[in-house]
C-alpha cells in the first residue's frame, strides 16, 4: 500500500498550501493566518490537497475539510468529487456549530495498513444534524485483511477496523452510497437517534469473515429503507439497547438474515423493543428472521414488540428463528436458565420457499417460554421436493392462524 510517512509529509504541505489560497481567495482580510478559517461554499476536498488517484493519502485534506465545516455555522457541505481517494481512520469528531452534509461522489477507499486505524476507519461522534448522500463508494478494501481475522476461531479476537460508525449522532441521514468490502461490519449505529438509512447497497461476497450489514445498538428511531445488502454476516443485526427500529422494502442477501442479538452475552444489557421489518426479501441467506440470546444470559432484558409483516423467502436455509441457545464457539456454560424474555412477537405474511425443510425453529428456554408468538399467514415451502417442510418447537406460547398445518406448531 502506498502509505509511507513520505507521503504523509508531502500531503501536509500540499494541503497547507491549499488552505492558504482559500483562505487568501476567500477572505483576504484575515488577521491571524493561523486561525482556522471558513471558506464560503461548499469544501470541496481536492481543493484541500486530497488526490483521486488511489494511492495518494488524503486523510488530512479530509479531516481539514471536517474541522473547517464543524467549527463553522448554518448548513456546511464537504464534497468529496470522483475520484479514488485512499484514507487512513477519519475521526469526524463533534459537537458541531453546524449541520454538515457530506457529498459523497467518488470513492473513499480505506487503506490496508492496519496501522493507520485506531479502531475504526469512518467515525462520526457527537454529531447533530449529519448527512452522507451521492452515489459514491466508502471501499473498505476487507479483501487486503480479511486473512487477519481470527474471529473464528478465537471468539474474542481482536477485530479490524468497522468501515462507518455513527457514536451518538442525532438526526442523520446516509442516502444513496454503496459501501463495498468493509473489513470487519459495514455500518455500526451505536447511541444514536433519528437516523436514516436510505437506498443504501452493501456489497460482500457471502464468505467474507464478519462483515455484517448494519449493526444497530443502544439506538432509538433507526429506520433502514429500500437497502440492498449482501455480504458474509448479518445482513442487519440488532443488538441490546435497540428502540423503535423500522426496515421497510429492503432486500437481504447473500448473508446470515435480518437478526435481533445476539443478546445477553454482556452484564446490563438493555431492552430491545418495538421492532418492525415490513415489506422485504431475503435471498439465498442462511437465516431469515432470527432472535438469538445466549443461553446463559448474563444480563436480564426483554425483547419484545417485534412485527415482521410481508416477507418473501427465496431459497433461506431457516427462514423463521428464536434460538435462546445460542451457544458459539461452546463457551457458554449450559445451565439452561436464561433471562431474555421473549415476547409479542408476530410474523405476518411470511411466503416464499427454503433451503432446508425446517421453516419456523422457535427455540425458546424452559425456564422462561416466548410468549405471544403468532404465525399468521405463514406458507414458505422447502424448495427440494426430497422432504417436508416442518417446525421445531420448544416452549413457545401464542398462537398460529392461516398457517399450513406443518407448520402451525403453536
Ligand atoms: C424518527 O426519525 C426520522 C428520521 O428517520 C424523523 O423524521 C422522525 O421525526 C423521528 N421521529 C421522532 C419521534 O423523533
Ligand atoms: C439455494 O442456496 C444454496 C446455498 O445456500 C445453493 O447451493 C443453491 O444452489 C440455491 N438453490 C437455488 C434454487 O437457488
Ligand atoms: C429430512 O429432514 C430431516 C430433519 O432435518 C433429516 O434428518 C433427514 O435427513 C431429511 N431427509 C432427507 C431425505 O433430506
Not at 508531502?10 to 488577521?31: D, E, I, Q, R
Not at 495498513?113 to 475504526?120: E, F, G, R
Request: charged share 20%; aromatic share 6%.
Amino acid at each position: 500500500m502506498g502509505f509511507s510517512s513520505g507521503n504523509f509529509a508531502t500531503m501536509t504541505l500540499a494541503a497547507a498550501a491549499a488552505v492558504v489560497v482559500l483562505a487568501a481567495s476567500t477572505s483576504p482580510a484575515v488577521a491571524n493566518p493561523a486561525a482556522p478559517s471558513v471558506p464560503a461554499g461548499p469544501l470541496d476536498i481536492t481543493k484541500l490537497g486530497a488526490r483521486g488517484d488511489g494511492k495518494t493519502d488524503s486523510t488530512k485534506a479530509i479531516m481539514q475539510a471536517w474541522k473547517h465545516a464543524c467549527a463553522a455555522t448554518g448548513t456546511q457541505k464537504i464534497l468529496i468529487p470522483p475520484g479514488d481517494f485512499l484514507t487512513g481512520a477519519l475521526d469526524l469528531v463533534g459537537p458541531c456549530t453546524s449541520s454538515i452534509i457530506i457529498r459523497l461522489d467518488g470513492t473513499l477507499l480505506g487503506t490496508g495498513d492496519l496501522n493507520a486505524y485506531k479502531k475504526n476507519w469512518i467515525e462520526v461522534q457527537h454529531v447533530n444534524d449529519f448527512s452522507i448522500n451521492g452515489h459514491g463508494t466508502i471501499d473498505g478494501q476487507g479483501p487486503l485483511v480479511w486473512k487477519h481475522n481470527q474471529c473464528a476461531k478465537n471468539y474474542n479476537c481482536k477485530i479490524l477496523p468497522n468501515s462507518l460508525v455513527l457514536d451518538y449522532v442525532t438526526n442523520a441521514q446516509i442516502r444513496g452510497i454503496t459501501l463495498l468490502n468493509s473489513k470487519f461490519f459495514h455500518m455500526n449505529i451505536f447511541e444514536c437517534k433519528n437516523v436514516l438509512v436510505e437506498k443504501v447497497t452493501i456489497t460482500a461476497p457471502g464468505d467474507s469473515p464478519n462483515t455484517d450489514g448494519i449493526h444497530i445498538g443502544d439506538s432509538t428511531n433507526i429506520t433502514i429503507k429500500d437497502t440492498n445488502i449482501g455480504t458474509g454476516d448479518d445482513c442487519i443485526s440488532i443488538g441490546p439497547g435497540s428502540k423503535t427500529i423500522r426496515v421497510k422494502g429492503s432486500r437481504c442477501g447473500p448473508g446470515h438474515g435480518i437478526s435481533v442479538g445476539s443478546l445477553g452475552r454482556y452484564k446490563d444489557e438493555k431492552d430491545v423493543e418495538d421492532v418492525q421489518v415490513t415489506d422485504c426479501t431475503i435471498v439465498g441467506a442462511t437465516n431469515g428472521l432470527r432472535i438469538k440470546s445466549y443461553e446463559d444470559s448474563k444480563s436480564a432484558l426483554k425483547a419484545c414488540k417485534f412485527l415482521y409483516d410481508g416477507i418473501t423467502m427465496d431459497n433461506v436455509s431457516f427462514p423463521i428463528v428464536i434460538d435462546q441457545k445460542y451457544c458459539p464457539n461452546n463457551i457458554c456454560v449450559k445451565s439452561g436458565a436464561s433471562k431474555v424474555a421473549v415476547s409479542d412477537i408476530v410474523f405476518k405474511n411470511i411466503r416464499g420457499t427454503s433451503n432446508t425443510p425446517e421453516v419456523v425453529t422457535l427455540n425458546c428456554p424452559n425456564n422462561l417460554p416466548c410468549q405471544g408468538v403468532q404465525l399468521i399467514n405463514v406458507d414458505v415451502k422447502y424448495n427440494k421436493a426430497d422432504n417436508k417442510t416442518m417446525a421445531v418447537c420448544h416452549n413457545a406460547i401464542g398462537k398460529s392462524s392461516g398457517v399450513v398445518k406443518e407448520l402451525a406448531c403453536i
